[in-house]
């Protein structure tokens, strides 16, 4: 019982959070003297919410350093979760903390701009979610709270209140721009002019009861209505009201409810224009006008939009909207272009659903993650575009690519849109769930399944022929090849029993004798005693080098040898491992695995000749099933590659 507890508990704490605290107007200001978030504006109030930054000098970390330019990067915890966004979320922590100094952003509305499913609605969630964390201060009379959430400093607007507030409780001049509602204004009548007979209610911002955040959307063009942003009267309330009485009237509509804190406006632009008005005036003057004729209705606020491109186009393209266009604040949220970061946001989907514990082969969540970004990507007219994601993914590619640019180079050749087409995230998360789900008598995913999967989840897009095309190709042209390529070394290295230790002794050899070569000295063999001169050290060393195409060898042994004698000073004379530097690896690799042939027998799933191959067969089936393959993969995978290097 003791855990049932705990969440009735947890519950009745954050619940009694919640709850109205009232205090008087004096007590309020007397408060207010010591505590400026008794009468913050909402950006303030989020950029405490989102709380200190956390500074990351890329410099520290080879691939940061290299996709950031060695600058120092901020990260803020309230955003954890939102991967490869760091520009995005910069900007918005931005248009907060300039709108908190009172600069133009506070006059602004933020827009956000990006693709469909490139994780606009998410972050409006988490700004609507921070919103909810620091409490507002509203006016009460009697038993009824402001029905607009107006801050208590409305009522304080002639100047020689200012003066004195400024004086006696530090709060500042141009704090004071609000109007009081005309709820205000009728409770202010009915207390005679006495406003201490007004308390200040504490509540906190709620999604769910529409406290200082609320949300809206344009209904069709026909009953397209300006109540929705302003209110209306309310009918049930006429017989007892006359019908520009404040009391008759219905503060329901986004700028009533999201007064002090945010309101969202989806698919802004798909609204008529004649609607839009209302935020002009609520932005540029802190209030607006009803539906009746009231006096004006505060506004201190946040108004959060977002929308496709598509409708940014068309409305930017109309001149009538010009006023409109100067008075938005535009972030782009374009989709994640750093493969290992996609990989990341898919793990977090899996995370959240019940396909977490089930298989997933290696290199499955990566494949589709570089397809993604290849599509996301634009073409460089003189470099591969699998260089290019790669360089975005923060790897270095001078040794290997000499055609690839510098990440600079291709950004600026890019220009400022790139990524903002290309497959979704939604479109890559479908294409994993259908692959899980593929075949019938387990719930795994492999690479194989997955290229079927998303060549036909292309085909039924119905994308435009050359994109079509385009997509297609890159499943056939870069990801079969690559992955052909990567399942043959993994089947390859679970082959070789004593990988590891082969590997060294090819390793060892190879420094020794190529220390030998570069010092011009002959050497002994100490197992065989054979002694080697140099031209039978170059030979023994071009056998290594020759499968792997090095093009200029003296080089490489020069370079290789100096790794390994400056890593024997510093372990005691011991060689480093065979796999500790990536060149020689490779080197080493494709001399160890040049004869597919030589696995064939052990490899295929068929029936064995003879026991010692059979036991071999399932020891390289344990060690497949060691690496994260079930039973199942390793003979799909086994056969896709057997089938893929003979049609080769």
Known sequence: MGNMLDVFDLFNRDYSREQLE???????????????????????????????QELIDTAQDARLGRIFFNRTIKRYKAFEGFYGMEDTIERIVGYFKHAAQG???????????????????????????????????????????????????????????ADLLEDKYGIERHRLNGVMSPWAVKRLDEFGGDISKFEVARLYPSKLRQIAVAKTEPGDDNNQDISSLVGKVDIRKLEHFSQNDPDAYAFSGGLCRANQGLLEFVEMFKAPIKVLHPLLTATQEGNYIGTETLGPIPFNGTILAHSNEAEWQVFKANKNNEAFLDRICVITVPYC?????????????????????????????????????????KE??????????????????????????????????????????GLSTRFAYKSLSETFNYDHSEIA?????????????????????????????????????????????????????????????VFDRYIAYADAWIEDQDFKDADTGQLLDRNALDAELSKVEKPAGIANPKDFRNEVVKFALRYRAQHDGKNPQWTAYEKIRNVIEKRMFTQVEDLLPVISFESKKDTDTETKHNEFVKRMLARGYTQRQVRRLVEWYMRVNKAG
């Open 103 to 161: 600069l133009e952003e506070k006059r602004q509305i933020i827009y956000l701009l990006g693709p469909v499913g490139g994780g606009k609605s998410s972050l409006a969630e988490r700004l609507k979610d921070l919103m909810e964390k620091r409490p507002i201060y509203v006016l009460k009379a009697g038993n009824q709270i402001s029905p607009v959430f107006e801050s208590p400093l409305g009522l304080f607007r002639s100047t020689d209140l």
């Open 22 to 52: 009232t205090m008087s107007l004096r007590d309020w200001l007397l408060a207010a003297r010591d505590d400026k978030m008794l009468y913050a504006s909402p950006a303030e109030r989020m950029i405490s919410a989102i709380g200190e």
């Open 380 to 421: 460089h007219e003189n470099s591969n575009l699998y260089s290019k994601m790669r360089v975005y993914d923060g790897e270095k590619l001078r040794d290997t690519d000499p055609k690839a640019k510098t990440l600079q180079e291709y950004k600026d050749t890019a220009g400022v849109d790139e990524g903002m087409n």
């Open 445 to 505: 995913a492999d690479p194989v399944h997955l290229m079927y999967i998303v060549e036909q989840s292309i085909r039924r897009e119905q994308f435009a022929d050359e994109t079509e095309k385009k997509y297609l190709e890159l499943i056939k042209a870069e990801l079969a090849p690559r992955y052909a390529e990567f399942i043959g070394k993994e089947i390859q290295k679970a082959y070789l029993e004593s990988y590891g230790e082969y590997g060294q002794n």
């Open 337 to 377: 272009l750093r493969a290992s970061e996609e990989v990341q946001i898919y793990k977090k989907l899996l995370r959240e659903s019940q396909l977490d514990r089930a298989s997933c082969a290696p290199e499955t969540l990566e494949m589709l993650a570089r397809f993604c970004v290849l599509t996301r990507l």
